[in-house]
């Protein structure tokens, strides 16, 4: 699969969430992705509505979600559902929490996760 076409279906996935996130209310969870693309590296990407728009939060260690952050090839693990459009905001300590929690489980990690 081409760069382009996976930034293709990031954008169309994106465009669903906030078609979605037009008629639901506040705090909505449309996804939660648990992504480890390196042995050391694993973030957790919240898709929650805010204002009746999908927005996402960034739970992870801080060095991860900071690469995640701004990572410009569309197609880098690294970038896997974070690429523009979607807006950020800083996790709310709930997301902090649930986050550190999945990551744990999902990937073994112990150490306290941070919110970007």
């Given at each position: 699969m081409s760069n382009e076409?996976?930034?293709q279906v990031r954008i169309a996935r994106w465009h669903a969430w906030d078609r979605l996130a037009a008629g639901l209310p506040d705090g909505y969870v449309l996804s939660v992705e648990l992504l480890?693309?390196?042995?050391d590296q694993a973030i957790a990407v919240f898709t929650v509505?805010?204002?009746?728009?999908?927005?996402q939060s960034i739970v992870g260690d801080q060095l991860q979600v900071a690469a995640a952050v701004t990572a410009t090839d569309p197609a880098s693990s690294d970038a896997?559902?974070?690429?523009e459009p979607p807006p950020k905001q800083p996790a709310e300590p709930g997301l902090v929490a649930?986050?550190?929690?999945?990551?744990?489980?999902a990937f073994g990690k112990r150490q306290p996760a941070a919110a970007k």
């Open positions: 076409q996976v930034a480890h693309s390196r042995a509505v805010t204002g009746h728009k999908a927005v896997v559902a974070i690429g649930q986050g550190t929690s999945l990551l744990a489980t």
